[in-house]
């Protein structure tokens, strides 16, 4: 079982980015998945999941309008398009994955499955 997230990188702020994640050894289309990040210093939190039952989404406050979270069960594979950047969303962002879990959750400790992370800096 493995997720594998991509897309990371240097953007300056205003900017957009694509964080792509494909898993492997477990499908996730009965997977809640989620995006998750930790800039230096901090705790990780939670930035945006998506339930496979019915679609339902989350976002974190500091991102809502600006990031959406999406999947593409025939690549097995999940993404979070980033636009209008802003240095204070510089951190180490980590895919992760809840099979059979239903329930759209921006809680770490459900799930099961993370990515080894991807950075991103936004910066002029």
């Known amino acids: 079982v493995q997720l594998q997230a991509s897309g990371g990188g240097l953007v300056q702020p205003g900017g957009s980015l694509r964080l792509s994640c494909a898993a492997s050894?477990?499908?996730?289309?009965?997977?809640?998945i989620g995006w998750f990040r930790q800039a230096p210093g901090k705790e990780r939190e939670g930035v945006s999941c998506?339930?496979?039952?019915?679609?339902?989404?989350l976002y974190a406050d500091s991102v809502k309008g600006r990031f959406t979270i999406s999947r593409d069960n025939t690549k097995n594979t999940m993404y979070l398009q980033m636009n209008s950047l802003k240095p204070e969303d510089t951190a180490v962002y980590y895919c992760?994955?809840?099979?059979?879990?239903?329930?759209?959750?921006?809680?770490?400790?459900?799930?099961?499955?993370w990515g080894q992370g991807t950075q991103v800096t936004v910066s002029s």
């Open positions: 050894g477990f499908t996730l289309d009965s997977s809640t």
């Open positions: 998506i339930t496979s039952s019915d679609g339902s989404t």
């Open positions: 992760a994955a809840a099979p059979l879990f239903t329930i759209a959750t921006m809680t770490p400790e459900w799930y099961d499955y």
